[in-house]
């Protein structure tokens, strides 16, 4: 079965600081992986996808940025956070099926990393 | 306007009442339609899958789509306190880049004893 995760769960850190979020899926091949924020109380917004290894699409322009170093690890980066950056970061992934199939668009969540920049 | 709206709600009822969701969407291309819950702090987690038009059902949860009037329903019988959560609706084109999900806001739901 497959399982992905995220870390750290939480994190505090001060304006100006670097992030660095850690996404990783296991029991499964050449997934696309994607990075979500949620504001409290707020629906999801789509920061960026990979459909593979050092392909990224960004969604928002921001302060952030996403890498994908391995098949299956995922990371969201920031050079110097920002008091707007706070939120629930969320990781998920999407197993790619043949043309028509209907599971190709289901995405499974992580557990998410809850960030408070003060 | 959003692509997809929905109640943010408070949608508050006795347990064992029947909850009714719903999403409006606007784009015409959507054609998988998916309903997520989420408890406080955790990851939404997948409930219902439907595909194109009609009704799903998987035990107490019932899901209908309705292209012609681009609206989607969740409907949960037998309501319990454990049901209390945010419910977010979410839909894709057929072959949209990235395989991307568009959500609407969510409702929140709270089951009372």
């Known amino acids: 079965s497959q399982t992905i995760h995220q870390w750290p769960a939480t994190l505090v850190q001060p304006v100006g600081s670097p992030l660095s979020l850690e996404c990783t899926v296991e029991?499964?091949?050449?997934?696309?992986l994607y990075w979500y924020r949620q504001a409290a109380g707020r629906g999801l917004q789509l920061l960026f996808y990979s459909v593979g290894i050092g392909q990224i699409s960004s969604e928002v322009p921001q302060n952030l940025s996403a890498s994908r170093p391995q098949d299956r690890q995922f990371i969201l980066s920031s050079k110097k956070l920002l008091l707007s950056d706070s939120g629930f970061y969320l990781c998920a992934w999407t197993i790619l099926g043949t043309s028509g199939r209907a599971y190709e668009n289901e995405q499974f969540f992580g557990p998410g990393t809850r960030l408070t920049v003060l | 306007q959003k692509e997809v709206e929905q109640d943010p709600g408070p949608l508050s009822v006795p347990e064992g009442a029947i909850v009714s969701l719903n999403c409006t969407y606007s784009n015409s291309a959507f054609q998988y339609f998916m309903w997520y819950r989420q408890y406080s702090r955790k990851g939404p987690e997948l409930l219902m899958y439907t595909y194109s038009s009609g009704n799903k059902e998987d035990g107490r949860f019932t899901a209908q789509v309705d292209k012609s009037s681009k609206y989607i329903s969740l409907f949960i019988r037998d309501s319990q306190p454990s049901d209390s959560a945010t419910y977010l609706c979410a839909m894709s084109r057929i072959k949209a880049a990235g395989n991307k999900l568009t959500f609407g806001g969510g409702t929140r739901v709270l089951v009372k004893p």
């Open positions: 029991g499964t091949s050449n997934p696309n």
